[in-house]
């Protein structure tokens, strides 16, 4: 996109004290690592949290950020991960939720799609916790493979393994709901 500022230029400039390049780097951001913190955690409010205490600690880390390391958008969610173990491991005794109870709409169509949706949030929510993390990565935040590995510190290689192994998986477990769809026999 022609024009538009790279994040290490704002983040710099964040660093200097520019408020206005901090409020662009949060409208660039902060929706996809909520999005991406509530998807692992399952609540709202401290998919929240997570997203604002890995903002917290960029603007800490702004004045001494070196360009050409990591990015700032694997930064932030590598950040966002670690604070989703750290919250999901203070929370064990209690499984992950699958999509919020909707209200029954009466259109079979739609009550289908959204049983659907709950089966395919379960599916992943049961898969190993870095497979999981791949594929919300590559799937729901468009992340390339070399973003992805950088993310969770591995190899490309082994991203498209863990990608490989979960996609193998939750064909298994939703053959049964939509054999067609999944290609199952």
């Not at 395919?120 to 973003?147: C, K, M, N, W």
């Amino acid at each position: 996109m022609p024009g538009r500022e790279s994040d290490d230029s704002l983040l710099a400039r964040v660093g200097n004290g520019d408020r206005s390049a901090w409020g662009d780097l949060v409208e660039r951001h902060l929706p996809p690592v909520t999005r991406y913190a509530n998807y692992v955690l399952r609540d709202a409010a401290q998919a929240e949290d997570v997203a604002q205490e890995s903002f917290v600690r960029l603007i800490r880390k702004a004045p001494d950020w070196q360009s050409g390391g990591a990015s700032v958008r694997t930064w932030l969610f590598r950040v966002a991960l670690n604070l989703c173990i750290d919250h999901k491991r203070a929370k064990r005794a209690d499984p992950l939720d699958t999509i919020e109870d909707m209200a029954d709409t009466g259109d079979a169509e739609i009550d289908s799609t959204i049983d659907f949706q709950r089966s395919v949030r379960t599916a992943i929510s049961d898969l190993p916790e870095r497979q999981q993390t791949a594929i919300i990565l590559i799937h729901y935040e468009g992340f390339s493979g070399a973003e992805a590995a950088e993310t969770l510190d591995i190899s490309v290689e082994a991203v498209e393994s863990l990608l490989a192994r979960g996609r193998r998986t939750l064909r298994q477990s939703l053959s049964h709901i939509a054999p067609d769809l999944l290609g199952a026999k």
